[in-house]
């Protein structure tokens, strides 16, 4: 099953929510990629936590343990891996010991002997977890649980073992692991995930790597990395081995008003509160109440847009045929995708997201569509020109940086005034347009990849296309031309 939820924050009639009333958090996240199984471990679990940690779970946790640990008719883990991104202090910390206690116990007791670890980049951000559970495992479990230096480790009579480690190149060494639990990703680098931690289950018969995060900044690779894979199966409607769930509000949300704090914060109402969130707004720095508390990346205060700015810019109406369809790669390669925007008969330009595609033939096919469309221009960057079929070849011109810098503060005047509409629900071209980050040269300014926090293409192939489709005076070259 998937699931994206794109509504906005409910405002109250004066426009905004006061923090001083009672607001609930949001109980599903506002973004979500399940496969869905045939059962789940998922009530174990929350039976567990009822039973030994004498804890009645979140609406919200219970959701995503019955997503995460959902199995196929085999008894097979259906998602290898998962990641859960939350603002913190709702709820992780028991929630992860509850995880770890069944695991340990109950899953183990079927499945054999279990190996589990937990790792976070400083040790202290496990330590919560360990104080919960050592305990029960000890005085219930029969367990023995003590401190060494630089780890803490539990042990079962029946040879399962628990350990907690620092996230880095040597704390998965000599592992064999059946449950891995990373805490806050966004401070772990991916040398730890691909190269230390993801080996340690390659040889185990029913994996899981379980990771838990609020939001990142620019530096947070790894974490980057599962979120795009994430909206990129969504776009794709594909079904990986990754669950995926985030709570957080739309990205172009006022975070000054309460209703999006709803959507960051499940626990709200319960453990959290509106005012308590309202004095942390007035006496935190403004980037890390949104990363903690919104669950929002980190923006720089260079972004091209305000909020509400794109999303007000919603529409309904459906665009004609034709229009400029502009081809970009992702950084890495792993990813093509395509942008239209179509001129209207109000001078309006009409944009939307095409297709993303994980290699050039599938591109190719989708463009091959779009050109049966009367009136339909072609633009590619000069890295993939020379991969294009012959026949796209002639109808093709190429744009790259020169064109960026000529189009760029043009796009943007035109989105100011509200001369670019698009369709709502299209979660990648908006998360591309409200991440990104301009840079000024004497050229002029143009959509800057490794200043903004995560991916851009989709934004820069909308500057694209929509410089050549409100006819600039200038025009690209075309693709069997000079390249650059």
């Excluded at 994430?230 to 794709?236: I, K, R, S, V």
């Excluded at 007000?312 to 990813?335: K, M, Q, Y």
């Excluded at 709502?424 to 050229?443: C, F, I, W, Y």
């Excluded at 300014?445 to 050549?468: D, F, Y």
Aim: charged share 20%; net charge negative; aromatic share 6%.
């Amino acid at each position: 099953s998937f699931r994206v939820s794109l509504e906005r924050p409910k405002t109250a009639a004066s426009g905004r929510i006061s923090p001083d009333r009672d607001l609930a958090g949001h109980i599903r996240p506002r973004i979500e990629l399940a496969r869905g199984g045939d059962r789940s471990h998922g009530p174990a679990v929350i039976r567990w936590a009822a039973d030994n940690l004498n804890l009645e779970m979140f609406e919200w946790q219970q959701h995503v343990l019955e997503q995460q640990l959902a199995t196929d008719e085999d008894g097979y883990f259906v998602h290898t891996e998962s990641l859960v991104s939350v603002a913190r202090q709702n709820g992780k910390s028991t929630l992860l010991a509850a995880l770890i206690g069944w695991w340990l116990t109950e899953h183990a007791a079927t499945e054999g002997p279990q190996t589990v670890a937990n790792f976070a980049q400083k040790l202290a951000l496990s330590e919560d977890v360990f104080r919960i559970l050592s305990p029960i495992l000890d005085e219930r479990y029969g367990g023995r649980s003590w401190h060494t230096s630089g780890r803490q480790m539990s042990e079962l009579p029946d040879g399962s073992r628990w350990i907690v480690a620092s996230a880095n190149k040597t704390g998965a060494h000599g592992l064999s692991l059946d449950l891995a639990v990373v805490d806050e990703l966004w401070t772990i680098g991916s040398e730890v995930i691909y190269g230390a931690i993801t080996p340690t289950q390659i040889a185990r018969p029913n994996p899981l790597l379980s990771m838990w995060s609020t939001a990142g900044d620019d530096h947070s690779e790894a974490m980057l990395h599962i979120r795009q894979r994430a909206l990129t199966a969504l776009e794709l409607n594909e079904r990986p081995a990754l669950y995926f769930a985030e709570w957080s509000p739309p990205p172009d949300s006022d975070i000054t008003d309460p209703s999006a704090w709803q959507h960051a914060n499940p626990a709200m109402g319960r453990t959290i509160t509106a005012p308590r969130l309202a004095n942390n707004l007035q006496t935190m720095p403004r980037n890390e109440f949104v990363r903690a508390h919104c669950n929002m990346w980190v923006q720089s205060s260079s972004s091209w847009l305000e909020p509400g700015q794109w999303s007000a810019l919603e529409t309904d109406i459906a665009p004609p045929a034709g229009g400029v369809l502009v081809i970009e790669t992702s950084l890495d390669d792993s990813t093509v995708s395509g942008v239209v925007v179509v001129a209207l008969d109000d001078e309006r330009l009409h944009a939307r997201h095409a297709f993303t595609v994980s290699s050039l033939a599938e591109a190719w096919q989708h463009t091959a569509a779009h050109l049966e469309e009367r009136n339909t221009q072609l633009a590619v960057t000069p890295g993939i020109a020379e991969f294009l079929p012959q026949e796209q070849k002639r109808r093709a011109v190429i744009v790259g940086q020169r064109e960026a810098y000529r189009y760029t503060a043009h796009v943007l005047e035109l989105i100011r005034h509200g001369r670019i509409v698009h369709p709502a629900g299209q979660t990648m071209l908006d998360e591309h347009v409200n991440r990104a980050v301009l840079v000024k040269s004497n050229s002029g300014v143009a959509i800057h990849g490794s200043k903004s926090n995560g991916p851009v293409e989709l934004a820069r192939a909308l500057v694209w296309a929509a410089g050549l489709a409100a006819k600039p005076t200038r025009r690209p070259v075309p693709a069997m031309g000079r390249a650059r």
